[in-house]
């Protein structure tokens, strides 16, 4: 069974601008979370999706924001891209809210 | 709110002597506790996780964890570290059942030494 998927792997972007990451998750899983790791604040939660609605939502701007689409791939979005967005963005897979997670192999944001 | 500790930054440990990561948590009610893996320039790969029943939890790769109540404490256990262990280990708790929302520690490297 194929893993968790995430595109693109690496991001290049300038201040400003705005960003879309993909995440395709496991087959059969339904649960999407996403989570942004930085050297200074760690691995820190934005969101997490079920069935097409956010379910739970960390402590970040509102420039930060996804989506679930029916086939539980899902999206995320930055606008408005500032330097200390600069973060590895994970996402991770679950069956059903609150299963065992597992993990994508990120996507590498760099803003200029 | 649910937070974890990973006291230290580093463990420096001898291939085959025995490695402990430690980790202690802080949730109400009771806890679901996890530890992941990170290798370079990889996401997070699950070891194990304490949900309920014995304190001693068997995971991946040989690992296995202790969780001690009393002293809110998952410290991350192996019997004989390999060079292949080094690595980024982090802990993670989640509240309930239902959430699905990971509270990670700061990460603790492990480094394997011949």
Same mark, same amino acid.
């Given at each position: 069974?194929? +893993? ?15 960003v879309?990451? *993909? ?7 339904? *649960?999407?979370?996403w !989570? ?5 604040? +760690?691995?820190?939660?934005?969101? %997490?999706?079920?069935?097409?609605? #956010?379910?739970n ?24 891209? %500032?330097l200390?967005?600069?973060? =590895?963005y994970?996402?991770?897979?679950s069956?059903?809210? +609150?299963? %065992?997670?597992?993990? +994508? ?8 | 709110?649910?937070s974890?500790? #990973? ?7 001898a291939e085959?002597?025995? =490695?402990?990561?430690?980790?202690? !948590?802080?949730?109400? $009610? ?6 992941y893996? #990170? ?14 029943g ?7 790769? $040989? ?6 109540k009393?002293?809110?404490? @998952? ?8 060079? *292949?262990? *080094?690595a980024? !280990?982090?802990c993670a ?10 509270? @990670? ?5 492990? #480094?394997v030494?011949?």
């Amino acid at each position: 069974k194929a +893993g968790v998927t995430q595109t693109p792997r690496y991001l290049i972007k300038t201040r400003g601008q705005q960003v879309t990451l *993909s995440c395709s998750p496991i087959s059969g899983h339904r *649960s999407v979370s996403w !989570y942004q790791q930085t050297p200074g604040q +760690g691995l820190q939660f934005l969101f %997490e999706y079920f069935s097409e609605t #956010q379910r739970n939502k960390g402590n970040f701007p509102g420039r930060f924001s996804g989506r679930q689409f029916s086939n539980s791939r899902s999206e995320m979005n930055v606008s408005t891209l %500032e330097l200390g967005d600069s973060a =590895l963005y994970l996402c991770a897979s679950s069956l059903e809210q +609150g299963n %065992e997670q597992f993990f +994508g192999p990120g996507t590498r944001l760099t803003v200029l | 709110a649910q937070s974890v500790a #990973q006291p230290e930054d580093q463990v420096n440990v001898a291939e085959g002597n025995p =490695l402990t990561v430690k980790c202690t !948590y802080s949730v109400s $009610g009771n806890p679901y506790l996890f530890w992941y893996v #990170q290798y370079p320039n990889r996401g997070l790969q699950f070891l194990l996780k304490y949900i309920t029943g014995d304190n001693l939890v068997k995971g991946s790769y $040989g690992f296995e964890a202790e969780f001690n109540k009393s002293q809110t404490s @998952f410290h991350l256990k192996k019997p004989s570290a390999l060079v *292949s262990d *080094s690595a980024l !280990y982090f802990c993670a708790v989640r509240p309930d059942s239902t959430a699905s929302k990971l509270t @990670f520690g700061t990460g603790t490297r492990l #480094q394997v030494t011949l």
